[in-house]
């Protein structure tokens, strides 16, 4: 029972750190939906995101095998070229991350090339979108982001001999994340409309998610270019260049308000 309740504490810890990605997609992604239904489609979109979520769990627990195994018609080797073998896993991670990093570009080219324009009123200019469509867009992200938390969970819960014990212990872990998923969306979307200009390091930071999801997509799809393997970043570097992105934020906007109170 102690080692039960041990796998789960270190099941939910591990979703909260490799959840804060997710965390700030969410945030970021549900100002595109009208104001007064931002806070219902960050809500709806979690909620219906954790019930899926325990339904990829049990689907990856089933089948986990399928995700894992390369696919014969997308495994190939050009001479010392390129090599590469695809599998189900690789492909979800690889469109996700491709999809981040569009998204991330799109949103700042948006804020870089509006001109004549307060940072509030950028805000009012940026297109939005149906409620609906944002809701499938978290939902769809957060399954893309689910993939590793729930393997890394499986992985955790192999001792635990009963597998319907395990698989409870899982979906308990997902449903306690998700709630503080939740709790915290709401507060980061609060402070990223209180303070917009940390909306452009937000973004920065989805840009390394992606760089990140689509270098270990690589590596799962065991690509090497010119006999290189793709190495994937780990979260200790993910973290290492999110602490550096904070502290040139700061460091620079200080400084900026030291130029203009000399001025």
Known sequence: MLEIIFTLVMLVLLQAVLGFD?????????KKAPEADQKKVRKNGILIAIILRIVLLFVLVSIIDL???PFSF????ITDVVKFAFNGHSIIVLLGGGFIIYTAIKEIWHMISTKG????????D???KSSKAVIF?????????SFDSILAAIGLTSEIENTTTAFIVMAIAIVISGLLMLIMADKISIFLSKNRM??????????IVGIMLVTEGGHLAHIKIFGEEIVPMSKTTFYFVLAILIIVDVVQGRYQKKLMIGK
Request: charged fraction near 15%; charge should be negative.
């Open 198 to 207: 940390y909306e452009v390091l937000g973004l920065f930071i989805l840009f």
């Open 137 to 145: 867009s978290i939902v769809l992200m957060n399954l893309v982001f």
């Open 74 to 77: 997308l495994s190939a080797e």
């Open 126 to 128: 940026r297109s939005t």
């Open 117 to 124: 324009m307060e940072v509030s009123d950028m805000a009012t």
């Open 67 to 69: 995700f894992q195994e």
């Open 22 to 30: 997710n965390l700030l997609y969410i945030s970021l992604e549900s």
